[in-house]
């Protein structure tokens, strides 16, 4: 399985974009990349996904570099609500977490 | 999106007691569902996964004996801790997922043994 590596905390204005980096130089052709968040004491949730191109859906937008090493993912528009531990997961079969990001949205 | 439900969400229970946790994907048929812990600030870990009808592949250091793994359907699995001890306190979570499809998880059982 690729490794990553992901700042350990972040903070982000409320309203404002936050943009969580994820570097996974190890990953595989085939390995998809997965966010997924955890707000405390709930099971993860799953955010998006991509393989080589951008993907945008109603919660986030994901920017996969072209050579696929790193990704980044954007909150456009982030609320007290997106506080959480967000996991940048390369999966090929099973998700292995790592320690992921602690993103919190200062009011 | 899809929903997992997780049953129970928390259970005290006493020394040597075995408890036992359903997870169901409420609106679709999951192919394999997944059994993670995760302990106080530290990160899920994958416990096992098991596939309908067939026995459940486990993660190295888990014990098969202790952790039951039942999954009858494409609903429905079960987790069975057997004569739980204190050190078996944890939060247990698990994921359901169809195939080329994202895991959708369950909102976890936390299990506090006395």
């Known amino acids: 399985d690729a490794k990553t590596t992901q700042p350990p905390s972040m903070d982000c204005a409320e309203g404002r974009a936050a943009n969580l980096p994820c570097n996974h130089s190890t990953i595989s052709g085939n390995e998809y990349v997965y966010w997924y968040r955890q707000i405390h004491s709930q099971g993860p949730q799953y955010i998006i996904h991509?393989?080589?191109n951008n993907e945008t859906n109603e919660m986030a937008s994901l920017i996969i570099t072209e050579d696929r090493k790193s990704s980044t993912l954007i909150l456009p528009h982030a609320t007290l609500r997106d506080t959480a531990v967000y996991y940048c997961i390369p999966q090929n079969e099973k998700l292995t977490f790592g320690t992921g990001t602690r993103l919190t949205i200062i009011p | 999106g899809a929903v997992v439900s997780q049953h129970p969400s928390r259970v005290i229970c006493k020394s040597g007691t075995s408890v036992k946790i359903e997870c169901r994907s409420l609106d679709f048929q999951a192919t394999t569902m997944f059994w993670y812990r995760q302990f106080p600030k530290q990160s899920l870990m994958l416990m096992a996964t098991?596939?309908?009808?067939?026995?459940?592949?486990?993660e190295q250091g888990v014990e098969k004996d202790k952790f039951l793994i039942n999954h009858a359907s494409l609903t429905l699995s079960t987790l069975t801790v057997t004569s739980a001890h204190p050190e078996d306190s944890s939060f247990y979570i698990c994921?359901?997922?169809?195939?080329?499809?994202?895991?959708?998880f369950g909102d976890g059982t936390r299990l506090s043994i006395l």
């Open positions: 991509g393989l080589k």
């Open positions: 098991s596939n309908e009808g067939s026995k459940a592949t486990y």
């Open positions: 994921s359901a997922a169809r195939t080329d499809q994202p895991q959708h």
